[in-house]
């Protein structure tokens, strides 16, 4: 099975900062990596896909690059309301995986 | 509106079964493939089990297999999935999630239905 290992597993910065969150796979998932948001008893947003492809509605400071096995997820321009969880995922039908998540706390 | 609604959550004993239903709504849902997704209090999301939109291909995590069923009705626009053998590390808020199109990823979610095992 894949494994997705996403660093760092909490961060803190201030309204503003420019963010990195990194998502590596156990192997080769081509492009073939979302993003999503889960806020606190709520349901996970899809926030990117296909690596870079930004869902509708989202805004434009989030972005997403990489490829093979190593991914990022930046904000930025930090805002209070992305004060949430982050967690990768690569999915191929036959099985998926979620990174551990990384939660992004306001300074 | 697009919709997903997840019910039959609850207390259940170990080794008991439940039926989990998912109900969409706003949405060809003939021809998504859907998927269920789970996260025990206070931890990261597991896949569970993934059926296609004809319901010729069903995949399960292994926490699951032999114990989970996953099935559709696309009559109904309906989503289950069918635990036995139920264990305290089943324990969760159970998702119901569409893929989208072309996205390989899930771009719809339910609400969530909680499941409790424990005796």
């Known amino acids: 099975d894949i494994q997705m290992t996403q660093s760092p597993s909490t961060l803190s910065a201030s309204v503003g900062d420019r963010v990195t969150i990194t998502c590596r796979a156990s192997?080769?998932?081509?492009?073939?990596l979302a993003w999503y948001q889960q806020k606190p008893g709520k349901a996970p947003k899809l926030l990117i896909y296909k690596t870079s492809t930004l869902e509708s509605g989202i805004p434009s400071r989030f972005s997403g690059s990489g490829s093979g096995t190593e991914f990022t997820l930046t904000i930025s321009s930090l805002q209070p309301d992305d004060s949430a969880t982050y967690y990768c995922?690569?999915?191929?039908?036959?099985?998926?995986?979620f990174g551990q998540g990384t939660k992004v706390e306001i300074k | 509106e697009v919709q997903l609604v997840e019910s039959g959550g609850g207390l259940v004993k170990p080794g008991g079964s439940l039926r989990l239903s998912c109900e969409a709504s706003g949405f060809a849902f003939s021809s998504y493939g859907m998927n269920w997704v789970r996260q025990a209090p206070g931890k990261g999301l597991e896949w569970v089990s993934s059926i296609n939109s004809l319901s010729t291909d069903k995949y399960y995590a292994d926490s699951g297999k032999g114990r989970f069923t996953i099935s559709r009705d696309n009559a109904k626009d309906s989503l289950y999935l069918q635990m036995n053998s139920l264990r305290a590390e089943d324990t969760a808020v159970y998702y119901c999630?569409?893929?989208?199109?072309?996205?390989?990823?899930?771009?719809?979610w339910g609400q969530g239905t909680m499941v409790t095992v424990s005796s």
């Open positions: 995922q690569q999915f191929n039908s036959y099985s998926g995986t």
């Open positions: 192997q080769s998932i081509s492009s073939w």
């Open positions: 999630a569409r893929e989208g199109w072309g996205r390989k990823a899930f771009d719809i």
